[in-house]
């Protein structure tokens, strides 16, 4: 319990962003980069810095959060001495990343040759990296601070995580002044974009996604539209071969006019039917109602004065949009956004004539895209000013930074010299002018038609960026973001309104937010008091016989977007309507605030009862505070039969109990490259645990891993077309590979060989005997046998980002949910087949699983029980189908397989009974379960991993050894 407020979430940041964000069948819109880190977590971190240096909270809370600072501050000091050693006159400069890319596993290797490359470059400084896990970078660096122990340069962080630390970062400008450093290379609004009025120069520019206007040719060519212009400032030529002004006004012009009904009809026509709109003439891809606003003009719900406000112009932005929605119809509303029409994927699903985008919409989520499109200019507002909303990343030096001056040296090797090399690690375009060209050429070729459209503009829109931007800071974030997120979605969901007087009441509530988050620490105790005393009405009757209150809390897995707020609000009004005992109440958290929003109540006795959904790493964090389901479900004797009995036992902890039922599921298992098996004449694997293999010299054996291995060896091919087995075949010049591991780590591979865990069960450390001989398994594969990609070939054009799909991989052992985001460019024949069993002949299938967990603090458990119930009973169907995972009820999985493979790649041809089957193979022990100081231990098997990938010739059981022993002393440490 030393760590529960570590988070552990290992970046399979695809499977996370698959999982949370993709509801299992589409890609699904990416949140907003750097979502949700504002200042209305800095409250928490506040508290915990509180916690840390003055011991002013309750006492278990404040001795684990002084404990922690403890631990960090010792660690720290141990890095510094011996950077100290190893450096001898150097002075040191840490360099934090965490709050936006770069924590997830591949990307250490390139970041410490940027620190390899700088600390070759000169011979005064030492750069020491720190890489932390970005779901608890936040808290981490926010207690680092606190505790007098900041790092020196932060990095790569966009302006939300900025300003989540509002007030900690140091001022450019006297560098950039007493140096004459050169900014002729940027553009001066994008230099200005970085300038926080109050604060000062707190970045330059680095990486950056550009806005700006999407079109499909295809249906304007069809409605014989002229194309909206490519340059800013330029007239527009109407369908009346009239030269108008490109504003706001003229797009309207030409949305209603893209605007058609099944009948053909466009939004001006007298029969157009507004109730069967199949195409529509504007959309603003992936934003909220800050985002959109910009379309107006830059602004912020945040007064020069620090009060709660909606500018003129986004007040006229919301009207414009209400209108579009309602009235004149060219924009979706709420129920056409959730509809076919839209399909989760506006611009690429072919129904939006024009859409406003960022450039990383191009870089994720076209890939199935089939039309002709282009790019096009912002329209202009009423005072003639563009603006192309921006999202972009830099490095920040911290006013506490112990080597300022070293810091700036190491910015200056990042955004200077090192400029094309950082941008193209992190993969943004350069906000260097004269890098952009070679980007663009690079980029283009990644981009479906990318050749063919105009990158100029993206290049041009940089100079109109948002400016102050819409992710810039507010007051308590969280709650403004939820408040004026309902704003958004009421007027999406409700004609008739008076807008301009929900407009009102919107100020009005996001200043008593404003006025909250100021509230001196003695209010703040004098209401925790009154909620306790209020919190003591006995269970289930209140003094007014009303219903008692269960508190539902989302984001720490699925939900926290905002396209899931109105189905969740909905299984909130179903339950409630359902029975009269009971008001269930829904809280969202963004999911990069909510593990310390959590930990925070807890802590303050303000615990919510339901919590979910959540997966095996997320409910190992809060290890210890979840209750255990067993006395519920053997007082009722509650029903279990319509769950694989292997998968209710994946959710019982040892030593805690039944920690959940199954709800949402996403087994692994093996995916098989027809084509390849086909070219090779080699059999296809069994489709049924326990069946034999007929190999190729058609001999029955048994499907385990020394049968896949023999396979992966004639399935491995170089150039020259030998395979693996050939006295001749070329090792350094490999184009297909045997059998890779998708997308997962150390523990996650191991399982090939059976369940385990890094810590015994006395919590040492340990590498298991079976988990020992499968990092052998995986050596050899990598060095000798050579029918698994190394570190060399898995950043290669072979594997290409995607082993599977890239269709230079035979056999890939992946999850479920990378059919639901991951195969939409898959271009040949595929099937599972069953894992292949163990030495003991036992087979195992990793699983992800996302279940609701009842906390031990709750106040009404039985009523938090009953809510249990309604989602994984009676509503289990609407609830998996609103996340969008494998429902874990038996009677529910041929109805999902339907729809699904409706959704995927030949999904129609496969066998997802392979899939089912699998469920009832999960690794117990699970691979994401319950470790001591996770992120350091994480970072520390992820180096094991990673050595193994990148240097032959290893001992591998001394570097077990060594493991085992950093383990330890990260375990001990983290008991002390």
Same mark, same amino acid.
């Given at each position: ?14 499977? /996370? ?557 179903? %339950? ?131 049968? /896949? ?142 279940? %609701? ?124």
């Amino acid at each position: 319990m030393k760590k529960r407020y570590r988070l552990i979430l290992s970046l399979m940041a695809i499977f /996370m962003v698959t999982v949370a964000a993709c509801g299992g069948t589409e890609p699904a819109a990416p949140a907003e980069p750097d979502a949700a880190v504002e200042e209305a977590a800095e409250e928490v971190v506040e508290e915990a810095a509180e916690e840390v240096a003055e011991e002013a909270v309750e006492e278990d809370a404040a001795e684990e959060m002084e404990e922690d600072a403890a631990e960090e501050e010792m660690a720290e000091e141990a890095v510094e001495e011996a950077a100290e050693e190893a450096t001898g006159e150097r002075t040191q400069v840490r360099w934090f990343v965490g709050l936006g890319a770069g924590s997830d596993q591949p990307m250490f290797e390139p970041q410490e040759q940027v620190v390899a490359d700088f600390n070759a470059s000169q011979d005064e400084i030492e750069l020491v990296l720190e890489i932390v896990d970005a779901d608890q970078a936040y808290t981490t660096l926010a207690t680092q601070i606190a505790a007098g122990n900041a790092p020196d340069i932060v990095g790569p962080v966009g302006i939300r995580g900025r300003d989540f630390f509002r007030g900690a970062w140091m001022d450019l400008d006297p560098y950039i002044q007493g140096e004459s450093y050169d900014l002729s290379d940027f553009d001066p609004n994008l230099v200005q974009f970085y300038v926080d009025q109050a604060e000062g120069q707190l970045g330059l520019p680095f990486a950056i996604f550009p806005s700006y206007l999407s079109y499909n040719i295809e249906l304007f060519d069809e409605a014989g539209i002229p194309y909206p212009p490519a340059e800013y400032g330029a007239p527009y030529t109407n369908i009346d071969g009239e030269e108008v002004a490109w504003d706001i006004a003229a797009m309207r012009d030409v949305a209603l006019l893209l605007t058609v009904d099944a009948n053909g009809n466009d939004a001006t026509s007298a029969d157009f039917d507004a109730e069967n709109i199949v195409q529509f003439g504007y959309y603003e891809q992936w934003t909220d109602f800050r985002g959109a606003a910009t379309l107006f003009g830059a602004g912020s719900l945040v007064a020069d004065d620090g009060t709660a406000q909606v500018p003129d112009h986004w007040r006229d932005a919301a009207n414009w949009f209400y209108d579009g929605m309602w009235n004149d119809v060219f924009y979706p509303n709420g129920a056409y956004d959730a509809s076919d029409v839209i399909a989760g994927n506006g611009f690429e699903a072919g129904n939006v004539a024009m859409s406003h985008t960022h450039l990383w919409y191009y870089g994720c989520c076209v890939g199935n895209i089939g039309f002709d499109y282009n790019f096009a200019a912002m329209p202009a507002n009423a005072s003639g000013q563009a603006t192309a909303k921006m999202h972009a990343d830099t490095f920040g030096i911290l006013k506490d930074a112990s080597n300022p001056d070293g810091a700036w040296e190491v910015l200056k090797f990042f955004l200077g010299d090192n400029a094309e090399t950082m941008t193209t690690m992190y993969g943004g375009m350069p906000a260097r002018l004269s890098l952009q060209d070679t980007y663009f050429e690079t980029f283009a070729g990644t981009v479906p038609s990318g050749d063919s459209v105009d990158w100029q503009v993206v290049v041009d829109s940089m100079g109109f960026a948002d400016n102050p931007n819409h992710e810039a800071y507010m007051p308590s974030p969280q709650e403004a973001n939820d408040r004026y997120n309902e704003f958004w979605s009421k007027l999406a969901q409700e004609p008739g309104l008076d807008v301009d007087a929900e407009i009102d009441t919107l100020v009005a509530d996001l200043q008593a937010i404003y006025d909250a988050a100021g509230a001196p620490a003695e209010d703040a105790a004098a209401e925790e008091a009154e909620e306790e005393t209020a919190e003591a009405a006995p269970a289930f009757v209140s003094p007014t016989g009303e219903p008692i209150e269960v508190r539902w809390f989302v984001g720490l897995g699925a939900g926290s977007d905002q396209p899931m707020f109105e189905p969740q609000e909905q299984v909130v009004a179903d %339950f409630n309507a359902s029975q009269d005992q009971i008001e269930l109440v829904l809280e969202i958290v963004d999911a990069d605030q909510a593990y310390s929003t959590l930990a925070t109540q807890i802590a303050a006795g303000n615990a919510p009862a339901i919590v979910g959904p959540v997966g095996i790493r997320g409910r190992d964090f809060f290890r210890g505070a979840w209750l255990d389901l067993g006395p519920f479900i053997e007082g009722e004797n509650y029903d279990l039969s319509d769950f694989d009995p292997n998968l209710v036992q994946f959710y019982v902890d040892q030593a805690e109990g039944q920690l959940g039922l199954p709800f949402a599921i996403f087994p692994s298992y093996l995916s098989y490259n027809i084509e390849l098996f086909d070219e090779a004449g080699i059999p296809y694997p069994p489709a049924e645990y326990g069946a034999p293999y007929t190999n190729i010299d058609g001999e029955e054996v048994a499907w385990d891993i020394a049968a /896949m291995r023999d396979v992966a060896l004639l399935l491995t091919v170089d150039a020259n077309g030998n395979d693996a087995t050939s006295a001749d075949f070329d090792a350094e010049n490999i184009v297909q590979f045997g059998y890779y591991e998708q997308w997962t780590d150390f523990r996650g591979a191991a399982t090939l060989f059976g369940p385990g865990s890094l810590v015994a069960d006395d919590g040492s450390a340990q590498v298991p005997d079976h988990w020992v001989e499968a990092a052998k398994w995986f050596y050899d594969g990598m060095w000798n046998d050579v029918f698994y990609p190394n570190g060399a070939y898995d950043a290669s054009d072979v594997i290409a980002g995607n082993g599977f799909e890239a269709g230079n991989v035979a056999m890939s052992h992946t999850h479920l949910w990378y059919y639901g985001c991951c195969v939409g460019n898959i271009a040949f024949d595929y099937d599972f087949a069953a894992m292949p069993a163990n030495a003991t002949g036992q087979a195992t299938s990793k699983m992800h699983a996302d279940t %609701f967990g009842i906390l031990k603090d709750a106040e009404y458990p039985e009523a938090a029980w009953e809510v249990l119930k309604f989602f994984l009973g009676d509503n289990a169907e609407t609830m998996t189908q609103m996340y969008g995972g494998m429902p874990a009820r038996l009677s529910l999985q041929d109805t999902y397989f339907e729809t699904f493979a409706g959704t995927v790649p030949s999904g129609d041809s496969v066998d997802w009974q392979v899939v089912v089957d699998s469920m009832g193979f999960a690794d117990n022990p699970n691979h994401e379960a319950y470790m001591p100081s996770p992120q350091e231990a994480n970072d520390r098997y992820n180096e094991f991993w990673a050595l193994l990938a990148q240097e032959p010739g290893l001992d591998v059981d001394a570097e077990i050894e060594s493991l085992v022993a950093d383990l330890q002393a990260i375990y001990d440490a983290a008991g002390e």
